[in-house]
């Protein structure tokens, strides 16, 4: 069985950029969620799909947004990048119903 | 809305010693409960979950946790750390209608040699 893989696994932008980072599900998983882990925090949820709609929202703004596709691997994009989402960026894939959480190594964004 | 305490930051133990840490959360209704562990440069790992039944759950590695209901608690214990067991460990809640882990601080345990 495949786990969750995320890519690319660290990046830097300039503040004011979009960035795209990419989640691959665990195979047989149809739910995919995002998390951002700021330095010395846990991972704050940011939203999750399932058949290809967001359908839950963390507290983050609208310039975070999101992609789920046929095969339930999923994009985050945000735009106008600040320092402040600087973080690790986590994926998690899971079958709908369930509370079973695969969780990816994670993007590790630095905007600078 | 549902938040979860982690009440130790960095805990230091030497090996062999007895570890247990804290884990309050606020939330009225039914929850399920996990524990985390993220070693230095890896994904999220699960430990233990508890959903219903046995308050006690036994999880990998040789740790365990006791759901408190009356106390809002999930503390993770383990008798005898070792020096592998150096990580950051993560308390996360989800309640029945939601969709989203909700996750502590983190409690970054050193063990020493």
């Known amino acids: 069985e495949t786990g969750v893989t995320q890519s690319p696994t660290h990046l830097i932008k300039t503040r004011g950029q979009q960035v795209t980072l990419r989640c691959s599900s665990q195979?047989?998983?149809?739910?995919v969620s995002w998390y951002q882990q700021a330095l010395g925090q846990g991972p704050q949820f940011i939203f999750q799909y399932y058949r290809e709609e967001e359908n839950g929202r963390g507290n983050f703004p609208p310039r975070f947004s999101g992609l789920q596709f046929p095969n339930y691997s999923s994009e985050l994009n945000v735009n106008a990048l600040e320092l402040d989402d600087s973080a690790l960026y986590l994926c998690?894939?899971?079958?709908?119903?369930?509370?079973?959480?695969?969780f990816g190594s994670g993007t590790r964004l630095t905007v600078v | 809305a549902q938040s979860v305490s982690q009440h130790n930051h960095h805990v230091i133990l030497s090996e062999a010693a007895s570890l247990e840490l804290g884990c309050n959360y606020s939330y009225g209704g039914t929850v399920n409960l996990f524990w985390y562990v993220q070693y230095p440069g890896q994904h999220l790992q699960l430990l233990l979950k508890y959903f219903s039944g046995d308050p006690l759950v036994k999880g990998i590695k040789g740790f365990e946790a006791e759901f408190i209901k009356s106390k809002f608690s999930f503390n993770l214990r383990k008798p005898s750390v070792q020096w592998s067991d150096t990580a950051e460990y993560f308390c996360?809640?989800?309640?029945?209608?939601?969709?989203?882990?909700?996750f502590g601080s983190g409690t970054r345990l050193q063990v020493q040699p």
């Open positions: 195979s047989g998983h149809n739910t």
């Open positions: 996360a809640v989800i309640n029945t209608g939601r969709r989203a882990l909700t």
């Open positions: 998690a894939s899971s079958l709908a119903g369930s509370s079973g959480y695969t």
